[in-house]
């Protein structure tokens, strides 16, 4: 068995090898054809949508403001120096702040002989200083540090992380309903191209028997079989017929570019599309469909998901408005420089003196903002007549939702009995068109009759395929509208 398989498989590759030496640039241009079924054509597109990567985008900015939606509890953290040149020289301004408190033990001392040897002492300690003192540059400048911390609270803050998770929810489902419209155009336009395909096809094909039959009468002309006029009849149906085709084409084309285009492909790059209108039928009840899977629609479910939106911004105006905010503020404000020396000097101010401190408050942003007048009360009335809005909105979108789908499943089963009957009436048209073929080769038709007989075969298979189209387009449609699969 594997002796065999290794052997067809050589024999398929000689075969290639020999078709591209015959044919290099036939071989050479399939080989660049992208080939595409409608599954490759809706991952295609899925991975390379423009749309959908900037749906991705915004998706990805709400997941990271929902991730990090903790970080409003974070507090306020700053730090900062300063450096200051004092008028006054900070040595000769210790100094004096020492003659006054000299003066001041001499007056706790009563004039007591205690007392006034005290006010003699820090009388002489000033004095030394100041016959010390040098008015310095350095002694003019003070450098002061500060750390300040704030932390504020309110219960509005909760629920802003529940808002960022909500929006994030709907930042999903809007992902999916744009991946999911994208899949379901892609299935559309790939079958309806196919539907075009088959269109020229059927049309080419047409155009070959008209060449056929006026090649044939042309040659019966020559023979003196039939008059000169039967034979211009003939070119001219053949003639008349290459406009049509033209047409098509050029329709095809556009249709392929806009596809093109939908997939993410260069322009100008070639595809071709592998595959048939082919489906199964299924057996479904609209009542039943409404009932059981109504609340898994996109639409509902995004409905639903601004409600709560508004639901959360409502309260979280709310608390902000009548709860208080809770502020605390921790502050450190060291002086490290002073005197021409550093805090840690023993000559100079000693360690750092610390000017901070740690409060604690609670406020009301805007006693006014109560007050049911203000534009503040005003907006919240506004936020609950719109949820008013969007639930008369969602209750409107099921009705016509259930329309909607008792719409889709009438017309699958119109498209499923007209395409039984189509069937049917293709195998009629090919009979009678076969029919009537033999007897003009045998000369007992009119051209006439034969071309009747071969629109309406074309006709048929047109109709059948159309037929198709729309059954497997309302099923498409009806998956969509329930967020389903049907298959």
């Not at 002061?144 to 802003?160: H, I, K």
Request: overall charge negative; proline content about 1%; some cysteine.
């Amino acid at each position: 068995m594997k002796k065999r398989l290794i052997c067809t498989a050589l024999c398929a590759l000689g075969v290639a090898v020999v078709f591209a030496q015959e044919n290099p640039a036939e071989f050479s241009e399939r080989a660049d054809v992208l080939s595409l079924t409608v599954e490759d054509a809706v991952q295609y597109a899925l991975n390379n949508s423009k749309s959908l990567k900037s749906a991705a985008i915004d998706l990805e900015i709400k997941k990271r403001a929902k991730d990090y939606s903790w970080n409003t509890f974070l507090p306020s953290l700053s730090a900062s120096a300063t450096a200051a040149r004092t008028n006054y020289s900070t040595a000769y301004n210790s100094a004096v702040s020492g003659i006054t408190s000299g003066a001041a033990s001499a007056f706790a001392g009563g004039y007591t002989a205690a007392g006034e040897n005290a006010a003699k002492a820090a009388y002489g300690s000033v004095i030394k200083k100041l016959d010390d003192y040098d008015d310095n540059e350095q002694n003019h400048w003070v450098l002061q540090g500060n750390v300040a911390a704030q932390w504020n609270f309110n219960l509005a803050m909760v629920e802003s992380i529940k808002i960022a998770k909500n929006q994030y929810e709907s930042g999903n489902l809007t992902w999916e309903q744009t991946s999911r419209e994208t899949e379901v155009n892609i299935r559309k336009l790939f079958y309806g191209l196919l539907l075009q395909q088959e269109n020229v096809s059927i049309q080419k094909e047409s155009l070959s028997n008209a060449e056929s039959r006026w090649r044939q009468a042309e040659r019966l002309y020559n023979s003196g079989s039939v008059p000169r006029l039967q034979m211009l009849n003939a070119r001219v149906t053949y003639e008349n017929k290459k406009p049509e085709i033209l047409n098509a084409e050029n329709s095809l084309k556009q249709s392929k570019e806009m596809f093109a285009f939908l997939l993410g492909l260069s322009y100008g790059e070639d595809f071709e599309l592998v595959g048939a209108i082919e489906f199964s039928y299924v057996d479904v009840n609209a009542d039943e469909l409404f009932r059981t899977y109504i609340d898994q629609n996109r639409d509902i479910q995004d409905l639903r998901k601004k409600k709560d939106l508004l639901d959360l911004s409502i309260r979280a105006k709310q608390l902000s408005t009548f709860t208080p905010s809770l502020s605390v503020n921790w502050n450190y404000n060291p002086t490290l420089y002073a005197m021409g020396e550093w805090s840690d000097s023993d000559l100079g101010i000693g360690e750092a003196k610390d000017g901070g401190a740690l409060s604690f408050t609670l406020v009301y942003s805007n006693l006014f903002d109560m007050l049911p007048f203000s534009s503040n009360m005003q907006g919240i009335k506004d936020l609950k007549q719109q949820r008013t809005q969007l639930q008369l909105g969602m209750e409107q979108l099921y009705q016509n939702t259930e329309i909607e789908i008792h719409k889709l499943v009438d017309s699958l089963n119109v498209a499923k009995e007209n395409i039984e009957a189509m069937e049917r009436n293709v195998s009629i048209a090919q009979e009678a068109y076969e029919s009537t073929l033999k007897s003009y080769n045998a000369g007992q038709t009119e051209r006439l009759e034969l071309q009747d007989s071969e629109t309406q075969l074309n006709q048929a298979k047109l109709g059948l395929l159309s037929e198709k189209n729309n059954y497997i387009s309302a099923l498409l449609d009806l998956e969509t509208k329930l967020n389903i699969s049907l298959k």
